[in-house]
């Protein structure tokens, strides 16, 4: 039946329609439906709506009108301090903005009506810098941001006859300025990841072509995965651009960059997969449509089950609360959906339709045909000796020593993974950007000449119902908090009062972080101490810091929960293919351990060798999706030869041929993979670069630890337990069937 199915794909005639019916599908779907990039929104929140800064923030916009918006402070900085010709600038400029409102503006203090000495009381103390705040609505879109940022730079370029915005912060002679604050920070980060698309692209495909060149050094083979990754690309692309056109996903820049890594690297292994099957069938059959279809035969169920897990671990991110991990579930899992199909079927097309050219220069030919090949050129044939192979070194190491094998390598991820225990957590997003991003250069000037809690202060509202009491005193007694400005009442509820709490360290910190809990107890506490009751529904915290908190606890509630989901379906998939209990604890026990080891090696590099003092919160459940989900996929390949050569051989041969069967293949595929999610350590934004690192190791980990050496050895060890319950007859051992 799979081998009529192979038929109908790529037949004689049908391989043409089977092309044919891709283009038609990509060429329509690109032209009536938007691409994905058109449809990313930038701002996607990712707290949920009754999370308690968002419900702050909404208050807050409602109640304090004056108090919302988005801010962008532009930072005005003469490191040997600023002079009345600087003084004079900052009143034009003011005056301009003023006159000539920006989209979506909102309040602008009139610094251009004060006179110079009341001016000069808005610098800090040493006189070297002025923060000038600049407030848009609340709903104002990124790119409405951007020409904002672009046209204040513009006036103030103009204003000065000269370029401030190019001269260094640290400069004595001449002025800087940067814009910072929550708007210049979602400009700056905008545009680092949609610069980052192009260049990951561009990137992803040239590693891709490079690798494949020089492990197969076959031009045209190095071609064919390519083709069908972007076959699927363009089928992919449209289809998730209607669905968010139609509202029912939301896609960003984020989730659009690490999809093309994914497609990329995952969709060269499945289309390896089955080439490495139609290589093998090749030299044993002259006919190169029953090569096909055998290979098909042998591929696609291997193909199918590691793409469906795939699939499935990623489709788990649904049952996420943070808005970045659910938006990447559907991205992720159509896109890899999409790709299992093409190649189990525009894959196969093209290899029928080119045949052993597909190998050129190493075409690969039975063993007839290389005899006859040889007697044509006058010259004798040697058969090759597959023993000599690495793979089958190995296959006979692992059978040979399998407790060696398997306790070296538990030792060896062991030790490693010891060291996961280690990493510390960040949600700062500023760590993730260049140090050289302007908005984070006129943070770190603010940080020098200012309280840096001014840069995102804390808001904190709370019903008083008229009750007297000393909010103002009891928040400022909490720790790192460096003081409280004067409470402002709302215009509809005088008993509402709202008060800005400014931090003595970085707001987006995890120390500041940690202060939120703290600032709500106080508020709390004081209320009670007034009379009131029910405290706890009458104080509100909003502001930068709290929705970072927010976002913590969303994570860490996400972490518990897909973690566990991940594992129960990976089991339940295996223990349906495999039908083996004992085989589906240790394929998911050894892929964990790996996953393990890839955080504390990553951790050791990034901390030890790149400086990093904590990486970002949300990579652990990132890497464990990925890892889990694509360790299996190697694990299932191998298994999967493995299984089907026991039916004619003893057990141990089986796993010696399996492993060395597979070897090549999934060796070249890790590679590939690894390299392209090692893509990603190469742009300039730190969550990426460490998700791309760790990622890479553990999929080098799957590739040449647990795949060729801790998975075989184990089930050498296990023997006819392996396939525990299901009784199998396995053929006896002999002398003449297994050389270790």
């Known amino acids: 039946m799979i081998e009529k199915l192979a038929g109908i794909i790529a037949g004689p005639r049908t391989k043409w329609v089977t092309l044919v019916a891709w283009i038609i599908i990509a060429a329509l779907l690109s032209v009536f439906l938007p691409a994905v990039g058109e449809k990313e929104q930038s701002n996607a929140p990712n707290l949920e709506a009754d999370s308690p800064s968002v419900v702050a923030d909404q208050l807050i916009k409602e109640k304090f009108p004056s108090s919302s918006g988005i ?53 800090s103390e040493d006189g070297t810098t002025l923060v000038q705040p600049i407030s848009f609505g609340e709903q104002t879109e990124t790119e409405v941001l951007k020409e904002n940022m672009d046209a204040i730079q513009v006036v103030i370029e103009q204003a000065s006859g000269k370029q401030p915005f190019d001269v260094a912060t640290n400069d004595a002679a001449e002025l800087s300025v940067r814009i910072s604050g929550p708007a210049g920070i979602s400009v700056d980060a905008t545009s680092l990841f949609k610069g980052a698309d192009v260049s990951l692209l561009i990137a992803t495909v040239l590693i891709v072509l490079v690798l494949l060149l020089l492990i197969y050094r076959s031009p045209i083979l190095a071609i064919i995965p390519l083709v069908g990754v972007g076959f699927a690309y363009a089928v992919t692309s449209p289809l998730l651009g209607w669905m968010a056109g139609e509202g029912w996903i939301t896609v960003d820049a984020q989730a659009i960059s690490i999809m093309t890594v994914l497609l990329f690297g995952a969709g060269t292994d499945y289309c390896l997969f089955f080439i490495s099957h139609f290589r093998q069938e090749l030299t044993r059959e002259s006919d190169k449509m029953k090569a096909l279809r055998r290979s098909f035969k042998d591929a696609s169920g291997a193909i199918a089950m590691s793409g469906f897990t795939v699939v499935l ?91 060696t094998v398997v306790i070296s390598s538990v030792l ?51 019903q008083t119902e008229g009750a007297a009491q000393d909010l103002a005193a009891a928040l400022a007694g909490v720790p790192l908090v460096d003081h409280v400005q004067e409470p402002k009442q709302s215009t509809d509820d005088p008993n509402l009062i709202s008060y800005s709490v400014i931090l003595n360290i970085n707001p987006y910190s995890q120390e500041a972080m940690d202060t939120i809990p703290l600032i709500h107890a106080a508020a709390e506490a004081s209320l009670t101490g007034a009379g009131l009751t029910d405290v706890e529904q009458k104080v509100w915290v909003g502001g930068q810091t709290a929705t970072q908190y927010d976002s913590k606890v969303l994570t860490d509630r996400d972490n518990r929960v897909i973690i566990p989901l991940v594992i129960g379906l990976i089991m339940v998939l295996l223990l349906a293919y495999l039908r083996s209990v004992t085989a589906m604890l240790y394929l998911i026990g050894t892929v964990l351990l790996s996953y393990a080891a890839a955080l504390g090696l990553g951790w050791i590099i990034l901390h030890e060798f790149m400086g990093v003092e904590a990486i970002q919160g949300a990579i652990p459940l990132y890497s464990f999706v990925f890892l889990i989900a694509l360790g299996e996929d190697y694990n299932i390949f191998m298994i999967s030869s493995i299984w089907n050569k026991r039916k004619t051989m003893p057990l141990k041969q089986a796993i010696k041929e399996g492993v060395s069967e597979t070897g090549g293949v999934i060796t070249s595929a890790g590679l590939i993979l690894a390299a392209t999610f090692a893509v990603l350590a190469s742009l300039p934004i730190q969550v990426l670069v460490q998700f791309g690192l760790i990622t890479a190791i553990g999929v080098l980990m799957d ?38």
């Open 313 to 403: 671990s990623l489709l788990a991110l649904l049952a996420a609360k943070y808005g970045a991990y659910d938006r990447f579930a559907v991205p992720f899992s159509l896109s890899i959906l999409i790709m299992g199909i093409a190649s189990l079927t525009l894959v196969p097309a093209l290899l029928a339709i080119i045949g052993r050219a597909s190998f050129f220069p190493f075409i690969p030919r039975t063993e007839f045909m290389e005899q006859s090949r040889a007697a044509k050129k006058g010259k004798p044939y040697r058969k090759p000796n597959p023993q000599k192979k690495l793979g089958s070194k190995i296959g006979s190491l692992v059978i040979a020593k399998p407790w």
């Open 71 to 123: 801010p962008a402070l532009v930072v005005w900085h003469r490191e040997g301090g600023l002079t009345e010709e600087d003084y004079l600038l900052i009143q034009k400029t003011t005056q301009t903005i003023v006159e000539a409102p920006l989209k979506e503006q909102g309040e602008v203090v009139p610094l251009h009506q004060m006179p110079l000495p009341a001016l000069k009381a808005f610098a």
């Open 703 to 740: 590739t040449f630890i647990v795949r060729p050496f801790l998975v075989p050895a184990i089930t050498t060890l296990l023997g006819k337990h392996a396939f525990w319950p299901s009784k199998v007859e396995l053929v006896e051992d002999s002398k003449q069937n297994v050389k270790a």
């Open 412 to 462: 060896v991820l062991g030790i490693l993974a010891s060291f996961s225990s280690q990493i510390k957590y960040t949600y700062d997003l500023l760590s993730s950007f260049p140090e050289d991003m302007p908005s984070r250069e006129g943070f770190e000037v603010i940080s020098r000449t200012f309280t840096p809690g001014d840069l995102a202060p804390i808001t904190v509202v709370v």
